[in-house]
């Protein structure tokens, strides 16, 4: 089976602006989190859809959005863009427990 | 605060001797905790789970225990070998459905010939 897979791989932005990542799990896999990884604060939860539903929610501002497709693809977005937002963002599809991630989207904010 | 706790300074250690990996948390009730591998530039990938009533864990050179009494868990890698550098991550989980794990910051490893 294919590993997760998450598009774009590497994202420059500038304050303010707007972004959309994207990430398709596992084939069967109906659970996907999404991380955000920096070098300060390490991975951390933002949230978790599973059936088109957000499950669990991480503690991150409203700026940070997400979605889940009826083909368990998801979606996240973030708005007006900070600095701060500067990370690797990871997805990870789930099955028994088990989180499968993917490679990451790195998202720079000028 | 809820805290899990890892190792910040790297641990290097010489090929084939055991490597040691400690794991601490505070005010988390985890349903189970989980061992993580990271290699740069790639996302984490799952090593072993071991369940809040499991004491100990095998598979293959790895070996987990879990003491919920003490808040902590270790990691060990015997007969570690160059091939295991690599930054290791805890995480807990206390959803009861869903999953919303908690990582440790990581211990980086050196595994040198």
């Known amino acids: 089976k294919a590993g997760v897979t998450q598009t774009p791989r590497y994202l420059i932005k500038t304050r303010g602006q707007q972004v959309t990542l994207s990430c398709s799990p596992i084939?069967?896999?109906?659970?996907v989190s999404w991380y955000q990884q920096t070098p300060g604060q390490g991975l951390q939860f933002l949230f978790e859809y599973f059936s088109e539903t957000q499950r669990n929610k991480g503690n991150f501002p409203g700026r940070f959005s997400g979605r889940q497709f009826s083909n368990s693809r998801s979606e996240m977005n973030v708005s007006t863009l900070e600095l701060g937002d500067s990370a690797l963002y990871l997805c990870a599809s789930s099955l028994r427990d088990r989180q499968f991630f993917g490679p990451g989207t790195r998202l720079t904010v000028l | 605060s809820q805290k899990i706790e890892q190792n910040s300074e790297a641990l290097n250690i010489q090929e084939g001797k055991t490597a040691t990996l400690t794991c601490n948390y505070t005010?988390?009730?985890?349903?189970?905790l989980q061992w993580y591998r990271q290699d740069p530039g790639r996302g984490p990938v799952f090593l072993l789970l071991i369940r809040e009533n499991e004491k100990e864990k095998r598979k293959e050179r790895l070996k987990v225990t879990f003491d919920t009494t003490l808040k902590q868990s270790l990691f060990h890698i015997t007969a570690s070998q160059p091939a295991d550098s690599a930054t290791y991550l805890c995480a807990l989980d206390e959803m009861d459905s869903g999953y919303a794990l908690n990582f440790g910051k990581g211990t980086s490893l050196l595994v040198t010939p």
């Open positions: 084939s069967g896999h109906r659970s």
């Open positions: 005010n988390y009730s985890p349903a189970y």
